[in-house]
């Protein structure tokens, strides 16, 4: 099996790349947990992206024991550390400590370069290219196997399966 993280700025097209790969390669993909955590709080603190990154990597474990080939997650702990360090200027150990023992085959940044669409859950429309570098930086750091997706769905679509054929 291999393990696939979809991972980048908010509003950078995730999910829509999560749920394209996932009916390509037919196999399922693991949400981002934190949607489901924040829409049912009104506010949220820096010990609320402790749980959500437990919560995250439950998830993500229980999908690996019904995956088949690869296992797509639409978002990874490197996005819950990079939000914690944008939003409150620091991150807990713990989420720093599972960041660095996270490893996928392949992470797939997707870059910020369409409009941003505001939703009850998005908060930085104009910090998405620091955002973005934060994201290269940290995957650099980690040694990570990653493509940076860029242009409309059907070009990222394309790029993240030569990627993943071309590392097979």
């Given at each position: ?20 790969l996932?009916k ?58 990079i ?8 991150c ?39 955002i ?37």
């Amino acid at each position: 099996m291999k393990t696939i993280s979809i991972t980048g700025p908010e509003s950078s097209g995730k999910t829509t790349l999560a749920i394209g790969l996932s009916k390509l390669l037919k196999e399922n993909f693991v949400k981002e947990y934190a949607r489901n955590y924040l829409n049912k709080k009104k506010r949220y603190t820096i010990t609320d992206l402790n749980t959500i990154a437990i919560k995250q990597l439950r998830k993500i474990e229980e999908a690996e024991s019904k995956t088949n080939n690869f296992l797509i997650t639409d978002t990874s702990i490197i996005d819950i550390q990079i939000w914690s360090e944008i939003k409150y200027n620091k991150c807990s150990n713990k989420i720093k400590a599972k960041a660095n023992k996270e490893y996928f085959d392949y992470y797939l940044l997707c870059k910020p370069d369409f409009p941003w669409i505001k939703d009850s859950l998005r908060e930085n429309p104009n910090k998405r290219t620091e955002i973005f570098i934060a994201f290269i930086n940290a995957l650099k750091k980690k040694n990570a196997n990653f493509i940076i997706l860029k242009g409309n769905h059907l070009n990222r679509l394309k790029s993240a399966l030569n990627f993943i054929k071309k590392k097979l």
